[in-house]
């Protein structure tokens, strides 16, 4: 069903006078009229929406108040803008977490286990890239399940702590660290339903605005926490089926159990490692590791944790990461494909080889509770697989928001214009030179593009605060080198299209989560791309095509996906419709994914 737009003044769509469009704090005010008996999430099933043309002072997001569409029938906000004094993605929300209901059709477990994952990250109080969504992911969909599921967390300075409900100190104790033993408290608290355990040590590791990047050594403060973590279960006498360890982070984690706590209380637990990416090895001298209490000389070898590009050198070095694949019950990496490509390369592939055995790729799931368009907060209309129209609006409010769209400009005609999300961390491995090109060749197609995402490196930053400056005062480009959750979802919701075109990529989230609202990914074919996006013209899987796919890492190979892209976009509307709605339907839940995680779960438990 096309959305019907009735302007309420006579003459044309949204013909504010100069006079309002020169102060930018007044703006149009939309007021969706709601037939009985809609949902909120139903709300553009309605026949129309009526757009009162009117100025309103205020610096309320346009959000709806929560409850007001269900208690009044009434949906009023206001269009944002660039010169907005507080951008439209930083004002407040009705929430700021997800629904946390468990879906009832959830089958429950029959052989329940009690998982403690331990990390570096969990979405959303600490989350720097996936590995936080996947952590908060795979601990909900195993709770509904019936399963009994922790998360031991570093207590990071930046955790907001009214973000955590019922935090409560419950563990004072020490725990070893260089000839030291801390003082450590241990807090509980519940983030997004889930039961948390943050330690917090009492000297200087964790400290700072960050998760990363803090006045610390961040190896020897995760050595602290590997250790700290299983400290914890041995004075509480906790003893989980299960202690998932997640990244070189952790990796030190089964070397301390398996050579240490494992003879002294700790029996019942085994250990699954879960490897998100395979670039980051947690290089580590053998010194740094005699601070945890472990004798680092004795794991300077090549069937432990040796990392075999500095054999011979002097001094050799070891590798967490090597370690926790060597000690772990299982590892697990996070799909198929980029399974066998760590099989085929990188130095790594010979201890995957000897341990293939207990090497097995799965493809991570999304948090289907957080990322929901028929219930996000941050969403300034909601939609569904069986009726998308909200989207249109998401997407006209975020082209007005990032001025690609003024009040000037019918929305229909601001519609039509295809929008490009890419939504990365700024390295080498997410294809820059194919991020830098895609601006361009957006551009050329008449398109419009919106990337988001922060540059580490201070040389790859300066190259595209270069971009920022060239392209972010005209009408098709918008380069934000910040990472915003709330923003996220919103450019989630906007876009036509979500590029992906990765050098690597082990599993990859963008692409699915952009799916789950709507927008059709352009991705380079490897690792879990590979296993997630299928092309739209390729016949004899067409029952699976769900997006672009390109193979090459040439610009060529790119421009080629995006120009059948945007041709479909453009001359075939009932196909586009149909493909949004398919990749609106995908299953790529957690649930899913977590029924293989508790079978490698039962195949090693004692």
């Known amino acids: 069903m096309r959305v019907k737009m009735e302007c309420a003044t006579a003459g044309r769509f949204f013909g ?3 006079s309002r469009l020169s102060n930018p704090r007044r703006r149009r005010r939309i007021v969706l009229n709601r037939n009985n008996g809609l949902s909120a999430h139903n709300l553009c099933s309605s026949s129309k929406f009526k757009i009162q043309a009117q100025t309103h002072l205020s610096s309320e997001v346009g959000i709806a108040k929560q409850g007001s569409l269900t208690d009044f029938g009434i949906q009023e906000f206001v269009w944002p803008s660039p010169t907005d004094e507080i951008p439209f993605w930083k004002k407040g929300f009705p929430s700021w977490d997800a629904n946390l209901e468990v879906p009832s059709e959830v089958k429950k477990d029959s052989k329940l286990m009690h998982i403690i994952h331990v990390t570096a990250e969990m979405a959303p109080i600490a989350k720097v890239g996936g590995l936080g969504d996947v952590v908060t992911g795979l601990a909900r969909a195993c709770l509904s399940r019936g399963h009994r ?65 803090g006045s610390y050594n961040e190896l020897e ?60 090895y947690g290089e580590c001298r053998q010194e740094q590791l005699n601070m945890c209490g472990l004798d680092g000389s004795l794991y300077a070898t090549f069937d432990k944790a040796v990392d075999d590009r500095t054999v011979g050198h002097n001094p050799e070095r070891l590798s967490l990461l090597k370690g926790g694949i060597v000690y772990s019950n299982a590892v697990v990496t996070v799909s198929p494909t980029y399974l066998k490509e760590t099989l085929c390369s990188g130095w ?59 009040g000037n400009h019918v929305p229909d005609t601001a519609l039509k214009v295809p929008l490009v999300v890419c939504i ?30 922060k540059a580490p490196d201070s040389r790859v930053e300066s190259e595209f605060e270069g971009l920022v400056n060239l392209h972010n005062q005209g009408q098709s480009i918008r380069i934000l080198l910040m990472y915003s959750e709330e923003l996220s979802h919103l450019l989630y919701a906007a876009a ?34 590979a296993d997630t996006v299928f092309d739209m013209d390729d016949e004899p899987n067409h029952e699976m095509a769900n997006g672009f796919v390109f193979e090459g890492i040439d610009e060529g190979s790119l421009n080629r996906a995006l120009g059948r892209a945007f041709a479909c976009y453009r001359n075939k509307p009932d196909e586009w419709n149909g493909i949004v709605k398919k990749v609106m339907a995908v299953d790529n839940s957690w649930n899913n994914t977590a029924g293989r995680y508790i079978e490698i779960y039962e195949s090693v438990r004692a």
Not at 257 to 280: A, C
Not at 385 to 395: D, S
Not at 439 to 451: A, N, S, T
């Open 16 to 18: 504010p006078s100069s």
């Open 149 to 213: 599921v922790d998360i031991m967390l570093p207590f990071y300075g930046c955790i907001q702590r009214e973000q955590i409900d019922d935090l409560t100190l419950i563990t004072t104790y020490n725990s070893y660290h260089d000839g030291k033993w801390i003082p450590t408290h241990a807090y509980s608290g519940t983030v997004s339903g889930i039961p948390v355990i943050f330690i917090e040590p009492s000297h200087q590791f964790f400290k700072g605005q960050h998760v990363y990047g």
């Open 221 to 280: 403060a995760y050595l602290f926490f590997s250790r700290a973590c299983l400290e914890w279960m041995q004075v509480t006498g906790t003893q989980p089926d299960i202690i998932h360890v997640h990244e070189w982070q952790t990796g030190a984690l089964p070397l301390l159990y398996w050579d240490m706590y494992h003879y002294l209380s700790l029996q019942k637990p085994r250990i699954v490692l879960t490897i998100h990416n395979m670039e980051h």
């Open 348 to 406: 790594l592939s010979n201890t995957l080889i000897r341990h293939r055995d207990k090497y097995v790729g799965i493809v991570n799931g999304i948090d289907t509770a957080m990322w929901n368009p028929s219930t996000d907060v941050f969403l300034p209309s909601k939609f569904h697989a069986q009726n998308f129209e909200g989207k249109k609006l998401c997407k006209y409010y975020v082209q007005r928001g990032l001025g690609l769209a003024s």
């Open 424 to 453: 990365t961390r700024l390295v080498a491995q997410k294809g820059l030179h194919l991020i830098i090109h895609a601006i361009k060749q957006v551009e050329e197609l008449g398109g419009q593009m919106v990337i988001l995402g």
């Open 496 to 529: 036509d299209f979500i590029l992906v075109p990765s050098m690597y990529e082990p599993c990859g989230l963008a692409q699915m989560i952009g799916m789950r609202y709507g927008a059709v990914p352009v991705v380079r074919k490897t690792g879990g791309l």
